[in-house]
């Protein structure tokens, strides 16, 4: 039988730990390396709702995207996240594990999938991820440049993102008659990439939690910015996570259920 320290393992082949920022806390949030794995629930947040789906169908193991614990917490309090899902996943034996930074700069990772998503061909990395000895990582790094299979009216793009990844809305900055592409993706906040977007031969740049002054920046350019949202841009990791697990557990002959949580939410409403 499978325990957490072999689905850890799989992970890492999947989306390597090192490649995590080092902000980040990708990895084992809660639970102990020998519990057992039968039933894995994969969600984008770990959520109330998510564990207590996980409490009642009895998973021992919850895989989400955005980790429980991004900073050192100075005391526990069970009365509040993130000491509520700490309380939960203990008492009923509940390991969790994230994968953030590391799955969205690993080659076939969070931004290679959304690529593939809304047709992008030929990607290379935004920014390259560089090693701790120096060394740049030709192929995993942060958001992605690519192309389309033919050149499109702005207004094509955009109604194409919105029909393929569900979205019932987003943000422009840019001329909508605008002929693009070449397009750059950040998936989750891409602020950090604005300069990397501006001096890139990309005309448009594809990305969620875009600020004021950045899509002004963007308009300097006279270039195109798309805020479809952070929810919108990760939500299929979901998706991700499990082709991904199913493929690996095949491949090693474990015979593990995985189930996606189906009920995340935007904690955004538009009115």
């Known amino acids: 039988m499978a325990n957490v320290k072999n689905i850890l393992a799989l992970m890492h082949e999947i989306a390597p730990f090192d490649l995590s920022e080092d902000w980040d806390n990708s990895g084992l949030q809660v639970g102990t390396m020998d519990g057992n794995v039968t039933k894995i629930l994969i969600g984008l947040d770990v959520s109330l709702p998510l564990l207590n789906i996980a409490k009642k169908e009895k998973f021992d193991l919850i895989i989400t995207h955005h980790p429980l614990l991004f900073h050192p ?3 526990i309090d069970f009365g509040r996240m993130p000491g509520k899902a700490i ?30 998503r809304i047709g992008l061909k030929k990607t290379i990395p935004l920014l390259k991820h560089r090693s701790a000895n120096g060394i740049e990582h030709e192929q995993s790094g942060i958001g992605r440049v690519g192309h389309l299979d033919k ?13 393929k990844l569900n979205l019932p809305y987003l943000r422009v900055t840019g001329d909508i008659n605008l002929t693009v592409e070449k397009l750059a993706i950040c998936t989750g906040s891409g602020g950090s990439l604005i300069e990397n977007f501006l001096i890139s031969d990309a005309e448009v740049f594809i990305t969620g939690d875009v600020k004021y002054h950045d899509a002004r920046r963007v308009e300097e350019y006279s270039k195109v910015i798309i805020d479809i949202g952070h929810f919108g841009s990760e939500l299929m990791v979901i ?20 189930q996606k949580y189906n009920e995340e939410k935007d904690p955004f409403t538009i009115f």
């Open 151 to 163: 050149k499109l009216i702005l207004s094509e793009l955009i109604n194409q993102i919105k029909e």
């Open 87 to 116: 309380a939960i996943a203990a008492k009923q034996d509940i390991s969790i594990i994230s994968l953030h930074t590391n799955i969205d700069k690993a080659r076939g990772g969070l931004n290679d999938y959304f690529a593939s």
């Open 239 to 258: 998706d991700l996570f499990f082709e991904r697990l199913t493929l690996a557990f095949y491949n090693a002959g474990l015979n593990i259920k995985i």
């Open 73 to 75: 917490e100075k005391s």
